[in-house]
């Protein structure tokens, strides 16, 4: 790898990517591509989906890195275009379970499941099990801020960004879903 590509700023970066430059490219994913992965992951719940749309945000953002502006973070910017990924993941797996369900029994073997996959490197898989329910079942405005934020480690500022609300909107939904999670995880056992 070249040297000098790691020493760059992300705003700097940019500026080879824009002119078509591989390396840069490279470097986005050398830096970005173990977060945008984790953050997909605990959005959807499912890592080999996860692994598709981690392909897919940085198909994205690289066609749309003209836009990237350098005066946010490229963590911030390519963390919203994965949170869009999801949220279009999301309703076209609404869309396949509306016909699963409408489709006789036989004929929709071809559906995927449903059902998250088996995280195997757990230590306490009951447990891992447990929480990942509950983030599924939290209302995704909520998920988003407690993912970003929480698993993520972002700011409440660059989540705001992220999500394109105020901070103040941030710190109400992480307050909502730390209280749903409580009360999600204390029913459950």
């Not at 705003?11 to 830096?31: H, N, P, S, T, V």
């Not at 409440?156 to 409580?182: F, I, N, P, S, W």
């Amino acid at each position: 790898m070249n040297p000098t590509l790691n020493q760059l700023s992300d705003r700097d970066l940019a500026e080879r990517a824009k002119g078509r430059d591989q390396l840069a490219y490279r470097e986005f994913l050398r830096r970005y591509k173990a977060p945008v992965f984790r953050l997909i992951r605990s959005t959807i719940g499912d890592e080999a989906e996860a692994l598709d749309l981690t392909q897919e945000t940085f198909v994205a953002a690289f066609q749309a890195i003209g836009r990237y502006d350098g005066v946010r973070p490229f963590r911030v910017w390519i963390a919203r275009i994965a949170l869009n990924k999801c949220r279009d993941w999301a309703r076209r797996r609404k869309v396949r379970a509306f016909f699963a369900s409408a489709l006789p029994l036989e004929s929709a073997n071809h559906v995927a499941s449903d059902t998250p996959s088996p995280d195997r490197n757990a230590v306490d898989a009951d447990e891992l099990s447990r929480v990942r329910s509950a983030m599924a079942a939290l209302p995704v405005k909520l998920r988003e801020a407690i993912v970003l934020c929480g698993v993520e480690e972002m700011s409440q500022q660059d989540a705001a960004d992220a999500l394109g609300v105020t901070v103040k909107t941030v710190e109400t939904r992480l307050y909502r879903a730390r209280q749903r999670l409580r009360a999600l995880l204390n029913e459950g056992g």
